[in-house]
């Protein structure tokens, strides 16, 4: 049985091909049906498409546990849309929650095409608060295109109250949009979860309660370390005031966001909101080693056993996004010791020191469930998470480009046909991300991905996520703000290293545009007088050319294809092998032996119950 998850192995992946493919199947349907009742492949069976009896935590919520997770993409690419089709089809859809008071803002700017925000804003318990971000932010018709979009306040320690009840509207929103059909029936499905990057600190309790408002299922948080995040859930699904650690170069010591639910419902006008039922969602830390599982599930800071920890889903560097850089990397844009550990591309190289132990994992999480990500999106790797006992995988890349995704229509066409075309290649740029995470990037030429047309980009620092707080003055103690992405000469002022600007690029604007969302800059390229439009950056996985797998042209001579054939693909081999070992059970009622047939009757019928299983999975 293979424990040990090798990144190298799997970025080349033969080895799990060749482990449980369709072929190992195909040779267990040859033996006689008691000996194939302790083959390999049968144990693999045993444990197949059966959720893992978690000692603590999600069963004891009585929750649903998914084999397929869809990860979270910000910004808006896991959107509503795409969560609701996989909650549908009975997995777990997961919405982005990063900058989601700016896609409100900017989807009612666009004068809510469909009257889809204002569908899910009816049902918000504060319509006080919903007129105000209406009347502020609605344009009926839509701005014009050459204008630029109004935006949010930065986020500061001491945000205003617009922007607060902007992200909790915002990311409500776009919850009970995942959650109901267009009538406002509510989905009876996989559930829905919220995606939430650690390292995006102070919007991160806002974000929380306003999902938290819409039933969110499940809490998943990666790029950082969320211990204090199970603590705040906690103290959220009772409406009481919490606090998260922020992280402030140059502070003398620990600074803290605080938010207060009665605080903000009084001064909202609505405090009678503060009575309404909340329930606690599960929740699930993205990791990338034993080590940290290990110390969140002692340092975290929730009830319970578990410390308020349901599950953990293991992210390798395969997979799309941000990635945990590999162990011992340590970027330092001046003195560029990171350099060392960097292949000819420039990328990082990770190392036996990166694989994750799977058996020291699964003694690590006392019996949790456990998804994997990372180029995992094929039934056999399915397969051969559920038969080492994980609860199932979680998927981004061939989730991405699909036409229920929230990518721009233009981005999905633009990556498809290059797919079509001939293999992607994507870049694991070490500095892209001003969060200091490598990040991955498709390589594009109409797109930032290129220097040149990143040089071209005239900087600008509007949106403010990933900015680090500093303290400007250690004898007032006052803080500042500053980012490696915004321009230079701003980003100096304010004590930055001039070689941490290099090669850094605004993820904000670029996700922004992704989504169809493009803030027109004050600014414009040297030497043109229009104002500059932001451009594309795009993010997928190393996985990306898996998804010729599934798509193909539409009536319209148009590519594409939908979250449902990825669901369909995932599953579908299931049902070919268990079709294929139903074979050995044919002539079970013959066997002469009353304890042998009594055997065989028994595997025979939980193969059908299996089946059953399958198909049910798939009519969904
Ligand atoms: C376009 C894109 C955006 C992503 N954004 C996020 C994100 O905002 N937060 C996060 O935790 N993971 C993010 N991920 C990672 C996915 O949630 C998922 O874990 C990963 O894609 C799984 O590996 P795969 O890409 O091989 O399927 C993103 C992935 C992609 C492809």
């Known amino acids: 049985m293979m424990t040990r998850i090798s990144v190298l192995l799997l970025t080349c992946l033969p080895l799990a091909a060749a482990f449980t493919s369709p072929a190992s199947f195909a040779g267990a349907g040859q033996r006689s049906g008691l000996q194939s009742a302790t083959s390999p492949a049968s144990r693999l069976h045993n444990v197949a498409l059966r959720a893992p009896k978690a000692a603590t935590g999600v069963s004891a919520l009585n929750m649903k546990v998914p084999k397929i997770i869809q990860g979270g993409m910000g910004v808006q690419v896991s959107s509503w849309t795409l969560a609701r089709e996989v909650n549908r089809a009975g997995e777990l859809g997961v919405i982005s929650g990063t900058a989601m008071e700016t896609v409100l803002i900017r989807w009612l700017q666009e004068g809510d095409p469909g009257g889809i925000y204002k569908r899910a804003l009816d049902r918000f318990p504060d319509q006080k608060m919903v007129k105000r971000i209406w009347d502020k932010y609605y344009i009926e018709g839509g701005k014009a295109a050459d204008k630029p979009f109004r935006n949010p306040t930065m986020w500061t320690f001491t945000p205003s109250q617009d922007l607060e009840e902007a992200t909790i509207l915002g990311n409500y929103a776009e919850v009970w949009l995942a959650k109901h059909e267009d009538d406002g029936t509510l989905i009876e499905g996989g559930g829905v979860g919220i995606n939430c990057l650690t390292k995006i600190q102070l919007p991160t309790i806002q974000n929380l309660y306003g999902a938290m408002f819409a ?16 603590g705040i859930l906690d103290a959220l699904a009772e409406h009481k005031d919490c606090k998260l650690g922020i992280d402030v170069d140059d502070a003398p010591e620990p600074m803290f966001a605080h938010f207060s639910p009665k605080a903000l419902f009084e001064r909202s006008g ?21 080590t940290l599982a290990q110390a969140m599930l002692k340092r975290a800071t929730g009830a319970g056993p ?3 920890i349901q599950g953990f889903v293991i992210e390798l560097p395969t997979a799309g996004g941000h990635n945990a850089p590999p162990r011992g990397f340590r970027y330092d844009a001046a003195a560029k ?3 060392l550990s960097l292949n000819d591309k420039g990328e990082p190289v990770y190392g036996p020191k990166d694989e994750v132990n799977l058996d020291k994992f699964k003694a690590a999480i006392k019996g949790l469930p456990f998804w994997m990500a990372g180029y995992y999106a094929r039934p056999e790797k399915l397969q051969e998470v559920l038969a080492m006992g994980g609860a199932g995988i979680q998927v981004g890349t061939s989730f991405a480009f699909t036409k229920e995704s929230g990518l721009a229509p233009n981005v999905k066409d633009i990556v498809l046909a290059k797919v079509k075309n001939g293999d992607m290649t994507v870049y694991t740029d070490p500095v892209a991300s001003p969060t200091g995470f ?4 498709l390589e594009i030429d109409d797109s930032l991905s290129t220097k040149d047309n990143y040089e071209a ?12 707080p500093y303290v400007q003055d250690q004898d007032s103690g006052k803080i500042a703000y500053r980012c490696a992405a915004e321009p230079v000469d701003d980003y100096l002022k304010k004590g930055g290293v001039i070689e941490a600007t290099e090669g850094r690029k605004c993820l904000c604007n670029g996700l922004m545009a992704n989504a169809g969302l493009p803030q027109v800059s004050p600014f414009s390229k040297d030497g043109e007088d229009k104002k500059y439009v932001e451009e594309i950056l795009i993010t997928a996985g190393d996985d990306v050319n898996q998804i010729r797998k599934y798509m193909k042209e539409n009536s319209e001579g148009k590519l594409e294809y939908s979250a449902n054939d990825v669901i369909q693909y995932l599953f579908g081999n299931f049902k070919d092998a268990y079709e294929g070992e139903m074979n050995l059970y044919a002539d079970a009622d013959k066997a002469e032996d009353p304890e042998v047939k009594a055997k065989l009757m028994e595997k025979k019928a939980d193969l059908e119950e299996k089946i059953d299983e399958v198909n049910q999975q798939l009519s969904k």
């Open 270 to 290: 609505a405090p009678e909101v503060l009575d309404r039922k909340m329930h606690r969602p599960n929740f699930i830390p993205i990791v990338s080693s034993v």
């Open 457 to 468: 980009r005239p900087r600008v620092c509007n949106l403010g996520y990933l900015r680090t």
């Open 306 to 308: 578990t410390k308020g």
């Open 438 to 441: 490598p990040f991955k990037v």
């Open 337 to 339: 010791s990171h350099k």
């Open 215 to 230: 039933d969110v299922d499940y809490v998943i948080m990666g790029a950082g370390i969320p211990m204090e995040v199970p």
